[in-house]
C-alpha cells in the first residue's frame, strides 16, 4: 500500500503564491473541530464549522467544500464550507472589528447562514450572544457593519428559501461558471438571472453561457 502524505497548512510556516478556494475528495479523518480529507493522495486539514461536523462520519464518499485560506506570516489554515455563500458571509465577518477566523467559525457553529443574516437584519442581540465567544460589543459591531451588506446579500436572493435540491444546483452552475474562467461575481448574477427558466442543472449551465455570450456580444 501506498503511503498518504499529509499536507497539515495549519501548521507549515511556508510562503505561498497560491490561494486554494475549493476541494474535492474523500474524508479520512474527523476530528473535534476539523476534518482531513484526502484530495489526490494529499491530506488537507480543514477546519469546519459544529453544524456541518455533525452532519459529517466516515461513510461519506465523497464531500465538496468551499475553502477560505487564511495566511499569516507564521501559520495557514484552511476553512471549510458547504456552499459558496457561506463562505462569502464568513469573508464578511471577518471585516468587522473583533472578529478572526476562529470566532467567524464560531459563529457559523451556532447559526446557520439564514439564522444569522436574519439576526443581524433584525437586531436581535439575545440571538447573537447564544454563540460561544461572541459578547454584546461585538454582537453591536456585527449590526452597525453588516447590517446594510447582509441586506443587499438577502436581497440578492443568495439567502432565502430554495429547496436543498435548487441551491444545489445553483451552487453546481457557478461552480463550473468559474472554471470556464468566468468571475464568481459574474457566474452568481447570470445564474441567479437564468435559474427561474431553467429545468435542471444542465439546462441551467447552457441558459447561463448563452446569457453571457448575449451579453458579450451586445456590449460589443
Known amino acids: 500500500m501506498s503511503a498518504v502524505v499529509y499536507l497539515y497548512l495549519t501548521t507549515m510556516n511556508i510562503q505561498v503564491n497560491y490561494m486554494i478556494g475549493y476541494?474535492?475528495?474523500s474524508i479520512q479523518h474527523i476530528g473535534e473541530s476539523n476534518i482531513i480529507l484526502l484530495v489526490?493522495?494529499?491530506g488537507y486539514e480543514i477546519e469546519v464549522n459544529d453544524i456541518l461536523l455533525h452532519k459529517l462520519t466516515m461513510a461519506t464518499k465523497e464531500l465538496q467544500l468551499y475553502i477560505y485560506?487564511?495566511?499569516r506570516e507564521d501559520q495557514q489554515s484552511l476553512f471549510g464550507f458547504s456552499s459558496i455563500r457561506e463562505k462569502d458571509l464568513f469573508k464578511m465577518l471577518l471585516k468587522v472589528n473583533g472578529v478572526g477566523p476562529k470566532l467567524a467559525?464560531?459563529?457559523?457553529?451556532g447559526l446557520d447562514a439564514n439564522a444569522l443574516v436574519n439576526a443581524v437584519l433584525s437586531e436581535d442581540?439575545?440571538?447573537l450572544k447564544?454563540?460561544?465567544g461572541l459578547g454584546i460589543k461585538v454582537a453591536k459591531r456585527l449590526v452597525m457593519d453588516l447590517k446594510t451588506p447582509f441586506s443587499v446579500f438577502a436581497n440578492s436572493g443568495l439567502i432565502g428559501t430554495e429547496s436543498d435540491n435548487s441551491s444545489s444546483e445553483w451552487q453546481d452552475a457557478v461552480l463550473v461558471l468559474t472554471r470556464l474562467g468566468y468571475k464568481t461575481s459574474i457566474a452568481e448574477k447570470v445564474v441567479l438571472a437564468c435559474k427561474a427558466d431553467a429545468d435542471d442543472l444542465d439546462h441551467?449551465?447552457?441558459l447561463s453561457l448563452k446569457y453571457i455570450s448575449t451579453e458579450t456580444t451586445g456590449s460589443q
Open 23 to 25: 476541494l474535492q475528495g
Open 40 to 42: 489526490s493522495g494529499v
Open 69 to 71: 485560506h487564511h495566511v
Open 105 to 109: 467559525l464560531a459563529i457559523f457553529s
Open 125 to 127: 442581540y439575545a440571538t
Open 130 to 132: 447564544q454563540v460561544k
Open 204 to 206: 441551467l449551465i447552457r
